[in-house]
């Protein structure tokens, strides 16, 4: 098997995607193939370090700051 064919199952793999050949021959060539395991382990490295988190929580502080608006300000009467 082809590495590059690998990696596209691979690819599909960590994406969660229906992966184009059997897991059975990717795992297979894992087992054999160094560069892949490192390309394996790179990718699924990037993806945890792409996936978006949740961030915290912020608290509201819009009365707060039309509050300290000059009272002329067109944005005072705003709520």
Do not use: F, K
């Not at 892949?36 to 370090?49: G, H, K, V």
């Not at 929580?57 to 819009?62: F, G, I, K, R």
């Amino acid at each position: 098997m082809r590495c590059e064919t690998i990696r596209e199952t691979l690819s599909a793999r960590i994406d969660g995607e229906q992966e184009p050949i059997a897991a059975e021959s990717t795992d297979r060539h894992l087992d054999a193939c160094a560069d892949c395991r490192s390309w394996y382990r790179r990718a699924e490295s990037l993806r945890r370090t792409l996936t978006a988190h949740p961030g915290s929580p912020v608290p509201e502080l819009t009365a707060d700051i039309l509050r300290q608006l000059p009272p002329n300000s067109p944005l005072s009467s705003v709520s």
